[in-house]
């Protein structure tokens, strides 16, 4: 992060050091400080491919490396990489050997860093994505505070790029919309600055295509802007049937689905590796990558379905419960505890 830029990030006081994630020397005179610094009891990385400097973000490895306090790296991807990679395997492999804790969203992240990383298994916890509290049973409640009554509500959230799947959910709604003609699909959030950086609404304005020439646009309804959680809240409160049709098999985090799961929605997912752990035991329906008619297929028989849906969110609702802030803080604490007593 440039040093000119950091003022529009607004952070408040309490954020002490920034990182310039270009910038090599940065992280090492950061990694000074939080070591002569008497307060700082254990570090947490939250890791992401993309966010750290580097190759793979190999930056962060002298970091690692300098620091002398008791640190849990969180990663929130973790790829499976192929037999050639060997580059990704270093970078992953010494941030788990210079971390005390190893935190992963799923059981698949633990399988993955095991078997294909060698890392020692029992270094790595399994900590679920946070959620907030949201109420269940309040759907038409929500769709009569956002002048959704009378519509059956499909719904995606997030940061929108190709890698969403969207136009293949779009490409379903013919077929939903002649089953269910007062279905309406809300796709929630604006485009994400990187993808916008580089190309601008291309993906966007290429969804919007789609629309047009399946004559769906009455059934379709774009919010291109970031909501505040209330916001969001809301919308899923007021989800008849949740999708996130990505198309990449081996994604081992969502945070909407989470959010989605819940809110008690009846979630309609393709396969990746998240959505397969999270939905399991009739918590949601699995649909093939890239296959619109199959979309199309499964939320046309949730909305039929009064029971199925019911079950299935009573489902995902009720698993869930262990998932919200409180108990997520909870389990990042004791972790804390546990590593700065040894």
Avoid at 60 to 70: A, H, S, T, V
Avoid at 115 to 133: C, L, S
Avoid at 313 to 340: D, G, M
Wanted: hydrophobic share 35%; net charge positive; with cysteine.
């Amino acid at each position: 992060m440039n040093e000119n830029l950091l003022s529009t990030y607004g952070y408040p006081k309490k954020v002490q050091h920034q990182i310039d994630e270009d910038d090599r020397e940065k992280y090492l005179e950061t990694v000074e400080k939080i070591n002569k610094c008497k307060k700082t009891k254990a570090v947490c990385i939250q890791h992401e491919f993309g966010i750290f400097g580097g190759e793979y973000g190999d930056y962060l490895i002298p970091f690692l490396e300098e620091l002398n306090k008791p640190t849990v790296t969180t990663f929130h991807s973790v790829l499976n990489p192929e037999k050639n990679a060997k580059h990704i395997r270093y970078v992953v492999r010494k941030i788990c050997n210079n971390s005390d804790k190893v935190v992963v969203i799923s059981g698949y992240g633990k399988d993955i860093l095991a078997n294909a990383y060698k890392v020692d298994p029992d270094k790595i916890e399994i900590i679920p994505h946070g959620i907030p509290y949201i109420a269940s049973g309040k759907t038409e409640e929500a769709k009569a505070e956002l002048n959704l009554t009378g519509r059956k509500v499909m719904a995606t959230f997030g940061l929108l790029s190709n890698k969403k799947g969207i136009q293949y959910a779009l490409r379903a709604m013919p077929s939903i919309v002649e089953e269910n003609p007062e279905i309406l699909y809300l796709i929630i959030g604006e485009t994400h600055p990187g993808v916008r950086k580089r190309e601008g609404e291309r993906y966007r304005n290429r969804l919007k295509e789609i629309v047009n020439k399946t004559g769906t646009s009455d059934h379709v309804r774009f919010y291109n802007k970031y909501l505040p959680l209330q916001e969001i809240c809301r919308y899923l409160q007021a989800t008849d049937v949740y999708i996130t049709p990505y198309f990449d098999p081996q994604q081992i985090s969502s945070g909407t689905l989470a959010y989605a799961i819940g809110a008690g929605c009846a979630c309609v997912s393709t396969p990746y590796l998240y959505a397969k752990d999270a939905l399991r035991h009739g918590r949601g329906v699995l649909v093939p990558f890239k296959k619109s008619t199959a979309i199309a297929s499964a939320v046309n028989r949730v909305l039929a379905d009064h029971k199925l849906r019911e079950r299935v969110k009573k489902n995902a609702y009720s698993y869930s419960r262990a998932w919200t802030w409180p108990r997520i803080a909870e389990s990042y604490v004791h972790l804390f505890n546990e590593i700065s007593k040894n």
